[in-house]
């Protein structure tokens, strides 16, 4: 089975729930491919830790990433 590959955009406060669920295997089948957050730090802390590419702009994600994601999270 496949993984479905999940980005993230708003890397606000509820964030690290988000990633915790989908780093953790508390969501089967998922995993993180991306985090892109406006404040481009906020998601290049996330993307640092856990291995996963950051962005500061959604639409520039989307561009880069095309077929990587299967998910987008707005947080």
Do not use: W
């Amino acid at each position: 089975m496949s993984k479905l590959k999940f980005a993230l955009l708003g890397c606000g406060r509820i964030a690290p729930k988000h990633v915790d669920a989908l780093t953790s295997g508390a969501v089967p089948g998922a995993e993180l491919v991306a985090v892109c957050d406006n404040q481009f730090d906020r998601a290049k802390a996330i993307a640092s830790k856990h291995g996963v590419k950051a962005y500061a702009n959604h639409r520039e994600m989307m561009e880069q990433m095309g077929d990587g994601i299967d998910v987008v999270t707005v947080l």
